[in-house]
């Protein structure tokens, strides 16, 4: 499983991504983050995140995998197919595509209180940009969360 989120950061003019694998049960696999200067609306930044999650799931060759957000608007544009002339749009039908590449990932909507992980990840991006993040690396809080959420 894996979960993504998108944080604003309007102070610096940039966004982060957090992006989380983890094992069914819940166990961490590995997490990452991304920082970015710039200023997007949150549901650009959240298909950014989404495509990058997607390209992270090809770059690794992983099979089966479900992703989740909880961006319900990129779930439904993905789902959709509809063209949008936006650069949101334009996001979205490079999601399709990668998700034409990877016939066993499937997509989730799901709450933002049930995506706590993948928040703070994308919150603490701004400390630790493009950091791959492994079980023995996990900061005291982000552990806390990770274990409250195992199943």
Known sequence: MIN??????????SYGFG?????????????KTCYKAGSYSAEV???LG?????????????QNVELETDSLLTVQAIRSKQ???????????DCCHLLSTLPNVKISFIKR??????????????FSSGCSIFEQ????DLQALLYSECY
């Open 4 to 13: 993504v989120d998108a944080a604003l950061f309007h102070r610096d003019n």
């Open 19 to 31: 992006i989380v694998a983890r094992y069914s049960l819940g166990k961490l696999i590995e997490a």
């Open 45 to 47: 930044v959240e298909a």
């Open 50 to 62: 989404f495509k990058e999650a997607l390209n992270w799931i090809k770059s690794t060759n992983w």
């Open 83 to 93: 063209k949008m002339s936006s650069i949101f749009g334009l996001i979205i039908q």
């Open 113 to 126: 209180s049930a995506n706590r992980v993948a928040h703070a990840i994308a919150r603490h991006s701004r």
């Open 137 to 140: 690396t996990v900061w005291a």
